[in-house]
């Protein structure tokens, strides 16, 4: 079992629409966790921290569930620019510092 | 805002030869990575280190070594290239257990 596991999708969803991504992790004792956001060819970008209380900024929600281990993020009012790879991200069982990267889900937003 | 610089974009180097990736990060994180991102593959962590002259394994150490004499500066090398090391390698840092930064990459080509 993958220690970070996302849909690679893609998922094509058209501007204004709701999307979410969910990610599950198999470490139970990670504490850190990340959406990460990548452009095609591009490096990634940390999006937002996921908190134990679930955390928004602007369109973006993270939420994490750890009884059943699994993070998600909801996008609302989709734009055309939110089109791009999201990556799941964990500290994993390499060190509390290291961490463990989902291979992403793809969003495509259409106009 | 962060800043990691890689000092190389594109790279072009011949089986067995010595290759050398620089980074340097900007803003005093004791905690810096190397990555390599294959198609399918996702992000698979070679090395990284917490601290000056410092390092750790990660998933996939074989075939590279990396050194750290300065705090802002992780370098990677690869003794002797081979093909299947082309591939695109990103650089990161990050503070404590919080979220990493990336360089832009190096997309290493090995002939």
């Known amino acids: 079992r993958k220690e970070v596991e996302q849909d690679p999708g893609p998922f094509n969803v058209p501007e204004g629409a709701t999307v979410a991504f969910n990610c599950t992790y198999s470490n139970s004792a990670s504490q850190s966790f990340f959406w990460y956001r990548q452009d095609c060819r591009k490096e990634p970008k940390l999006l937002m921290s996921?908190?134990?209380s679930g955390n928004e900024d602007g369109r973006f929600t993270a939420q994490l569930n750890r009884a059943s281990q699994y993070i998600s993020l909801l996008i609302r009012d989709s734009k055309l620019s939110d089109s791009a790879t999201y990556l799941c991200?964990?500290?994993?069982?390499?060190?509390?510092?290291?961490?463990?990267f989902g291979s992403g889900t793809r969003l495509q937003v259409q106009p | 805002d962060v800043k990691v610089t890689q000092s190389s974009r594109y790279l072009v180097k011949r089986t067995g030869e010595k290759v050398f990736l620089e980074c340097v990060q900007d803003m005093d994180h004791e905690n810096m990575f190397w990555y390599r991102q294959d198609p399918g593959l996702g992000l698979r962590l070679i090395y990284f280190?917490?601290?000056?002259?410092?390092?750790e394994k990660g998933d996939i150490p074989e075939g590279y070594s990396v050194s750290r004499e300065k705090k802002e500066r992780f370098s990677l090398i690869l003794e002797s290239a081979s093909t299947n090391q082309t591939s695109m390698y990103l650089c990161a840092s990050s503070h404590g257990e919080g979220g990493q930064y990336f360089g832009p990459g190096t997309r290493l080509t090995v002939l």
């Open positions: 991200v964990v500290n994993g069982r390499t060190g509390r510092r290291a961490l463990t």
């Open positions: 996921v908190y134990s």
């Open positions: 280190s917490y601290d000056v002259k410092m390092k």
